[in-house]
């Protein structure tokens, strides 16, 4: 999906995407990975300029950042 929507130049569609893939590597446990694809789609978000989409995705990136730094003081 997050391949189409780049390549027809879907931006709500492509910070979605990246959005979804976040979610899915935070719940699998690849912190790293999540907050990449999280920042990327906050970008795009952030360019469109949805209020809730922006509040959104800062508050699940700073979830995992959260998670991440908690992990690494195991």
């Known amino acids: 999906a997050l391949t189409i929507s780049r390549e027809i130049g879907d931006k709500n569609g492509e910070s979605t995407d ?3 893939l976040g979610a899915i590597y935070a719940t699998i446990g690849e ?4 907050i990449a694809c999280y920042g990327q789609s906050l970008s795009i978000r952030r360019k469109l300029g949805n209020p809730y989409d922006i ?5 699940d990136l700073q979830r995992v950042k ?9």
């Not at 959260?66 to 195991?74: I, K, T």
């Open 66 to 74: 959260n998670q991440r730094d908690n992990d690494g003081r195991s």
């Open 18 to 20: 990246l959005f979804n």
């Open 31 to 34: 912190l790293d990975k999540a």
């Open 55 to 59: 509040m959104q995705t800062e508050s």
